[in-house]
């Protein structure tokens, strides 16, 4: 089952903060971030491996709370260049092991003006 | 520097026709995954492959799919008969971890 993002879709101006949110109804092993830009390929950001961790790329954040088992992706101070498509991938928690079968979010898409 | 390519960038093709999508991975990634993209239905996983061996094909209609690994360096999707609702940006990707997703094809079927 597809994890669900939330917004769907948000619109920022220059500078200000923002945060997406992935939720699934599975355990799971690891949460992965990716973000497309229009007409490209989805570009990895980072992945979150265990509950409670978090990971920066430049100055965006992630945190992954394995109990509830969401994770959120922090923007911070958005840039032009964040504009695009994030995606979330889920990997589900199997006997133990991760399978790396991602399972992709809905998307949020990111518009930020100047 | 490396990177996954996908050929071809584009294909128009009519109905009934058999398509194939090829990929190189990056070399010495011995994960490829194969992804289909949207705008219904999102980035949903076909097929991936460990060490040229199939894995998981679970996300790939059978009856006209299939995906292979003849060499390490190639793998290929092939669409036989083609539909309408194929039409659709294929990914493929490679790695273990961090995936590092080619350019795609862009499959439209009339």
């Known amino acids: 089952q597809q994890p669900v993002q939330s917004p769907q879709a948000v619109i920022l101006r220059e500078g200000e903060d923002a945060v997406i949110n992935c939720s699934s109804s599975k355990a799971l092993y690891s949460v992965h971030w990716y973000r497309q830009k229009h007409g490209e390929a989805p570009v990895f950001l980072m992945i979150?491996?265990?509950g409670g961790e978090q990971m920066r790329h430049e100055k965006i954040s992630a945190s992954f709370n394995e109990k509830k088992q969401q994770s959120s992706l922090y923007l911070t101070a958005s840039q032009l260049s964040y504009s695009g498509t994030y995606f979330c991938?889920?990997?589900?928690?199997?006997w133990g092991f991760g399978n790396e079968k991602l399972t992709f979010g809905t998307g949020t898409r990111l518009t930020i003006i100047p | 520097d490396a990177r996954v390519t996908q050929t071809p960038r584009h294909k128009v093709t009519e109905m009934g026709q058999e398509v194939t999508m090829r990929c190189q991975p990056i070399?010495?990634?011995?994960?490829v995954f194969w992804y289909r993209q949207t705008m219904m239905q999102g980035l949903e996983l076909l097929a991936y492959?460990?060490?040229?061996?199939?894995?998981?094909d679970s996300g790939m209609p059978k009856d006209r799919f299939s995906a292979e690994m003849p060499d390490a360096t190639l793998a290929t999707l092939k669409i036989q008969p083609s539909e309408p609702r194929d039409s659709a940006v294929y990914f493929c990707a490679s790695g273990l971890g961090q995936q590092f997703f080619g350019p795609g094809t862009r499959l439209t079927v009339l």
């Open positions: 979150l491996l265990k």
């Open positions: 991938g889920t990997e589900d928690f199997r």
């Open positions: 070399l010495g990634h011995n994960t």
């Open positions: 492959f460990r060490n040229r061996a199939p894995l998981d």
